[in-house]
């Protein structure tokens, strides 16, 4: 890939995610964006090149919290990664909308979670992928919803059917 060809994606994803923060749950405005076809091929794609963006600015986000060795390493990673969404929430936000939509993403984000998992100390490198992958999927899903974040839209409607919904 050329320098042109760096900065042209980058010059893409960038004009995708200030589309998308008009809703970023809502569909990936990648119709919209002209050129992206051109230069991702398809959304997927686009969604990879997105997850390897999110993948190095929390990286970053980890290596300042794990320079000096941490007493508490879940507090590290969870300091960490909300940082890095707090100062990218559209991208964060259209992850998680869209993670699921292909099988390459789900790899993706569950290496990430298994990472996450092992550099939080809930988890050894040794034990079996499964477990290490179900203990991050919940770490992640903690971080994704945890204090300090912007909680996730809810439907109103399905809000008050909840609350009129009798509890067993």
Do not use: C
């Not at 004009?15 to 959304?43: C, I, K, M, N, T």
């Not at 569950?110 to 203990?135: D, F, H």
Request: without cysteine; hydrophobic residues 40%; neutral net charge.
């Amino acid at each position: 890939m050329s320098w042109k060809d760096f900065h042209q994606r980058r010059e893409t994803a960038d004009a995708v995610l200030r589309r998308a923060a008009r809703d970023p749950q809502g569909p990936l405005p990648f119709a919209e964006v002209p050129g992206a076809r051109e230069v991702f091929g398809s959304e997927e794609q686009l969604l990879l090149a997105l997850q390897y963006r999110w993948g190095q600015v929390l990286g970053g986000h980890l290596r300042v919290e794990f320079e000096d060795e941490p007493d508490d390493h879940v507090d590290a990673v969870t300091r960490a990664w909300n940082r890095a969404a707090r100062k990218h929430p559209v991208l964060r936000a259209v992850l998680d909308a869209h993670g699921d939509r292909y099988p390459s993403l789900r790899q993706v984000r569950e290496a990430e979670q298994r990472s996450l998992a092992v550099a939080a100390g809930l988890a050894e490198p040794g034990e079996p992928i499964e477990e290490i992958t179900k203990v991050g999927a919940a770490f992640s899903a903690l971080l994704r919803h945890g204090p300090g974040l912007p909680a996730p839209r809810r439907n109103p409607l399905g809000q008050l059917l909840r609350m009129l919904a009798p509890s067993a």
